[in-house]
């Protein structure tokens, strides 16, 4: 069973990149591994360091910025275009982000992001950049994002918006199910169907 969501309140990592690609979330070299684990210490790898060399972090990235922290991950539009590689909702997660937030998605990144509990709100491009610029106004600035509800907002503030999901993996996040939980969570009510079918 996965990690359940309801309401993440937390500081942000802002990242005002358009056109993010996946295999700039996690190079293709790093895509070896089968389990989930351990893909976080390469997230945004050639963004992050020089040559490739961990010693040698990119001060100017925001997630070599230790005044930048937190479970919310706030992107620029079209986040997660490219290939179709699921490990890079994995390393996002694997990284400590619980939520992306993005004016566009790519759809085959948001479907994976919604299987891997990682949480990913879609927000007009004027509420996308109001967060970006509370940010810069004060790193310590927080975003609430109530699942439940269906809102996020800018904690401090009136400026608020609400967001869809997809009622069934709504579901699962709320519970932290992945399908087969979802399944044996429905298990008598697929027993009474199979004995009184419609």
């Known amino acids: ?20 690609d996946t295999d700039q979330i996690i190079p293709a070299r790093f895509l070896k591994a089968t389990s989930r684990e351990g893909f976080g210490k390469n997230l945004f790898r050639d963004w992050r360091f020089f040559n490739d060399d961990e010693s040698k972090p990119k001060s100017d990235f925001p997630l070599n910025n230790p005044v930048y922290k937190g479970k919310i991950l706030v992107a620029g ?15 996002i ?8 937030v993005s004016s566009f998605f790519a759809d085959i990144f ?6 891997n509990f990682l949480l990913p709100i879609l927000v ?14 004060d790193n310590a600035a927080e975003v609430e994002v109530n699942l439940q509800e269906q809102f996020i ?17 709504k579901t699962c996040l709320l519970n932290g199910y992945d399908d087969i939980d979802y399944l044996l969570s429905i298990k008598p009510e697929i027993e ?4 009184h079918p419609a």
């Not at 948001?110 to 299987?115: D, G, Q, T």
């Not at 007009?124 to 106004?137: M, P, R, T, W, Y």
């Not at 800018?154 to 069934?168: A, K, M, P, R």
């Open 1 to 20: 069973m996965g990690k359940s969501i309801n309401i993440v309140k937390s500081t942000v990592v802002p990242l005002p990149i358009e056109n993010i």
């Open 77 to 91: 539009k079209n986040f997660g275009c490219g290939s179709s590689r699921e490990h890079a909702a994995w390393a």
């Open 93 to 100: 997660k694997d990284y400590g982000f619980d939520v992306v």
């Open 110 to 115: 948001k479907n994976n992001a919604l299987n």
């Open 124 to 137: 007009s491009e004027d509420f996308l950049q109001k967060i970006f610029e509370a940010v810069k106004k």
């Open 153 to 169: 907002k800018i904690v401090g503030s009136d400026l608020q918006e609400s967001f869809d999901i997809n009622t069934y993996k």
């Open 192 to 195: 009474s169907f199979e004995k």
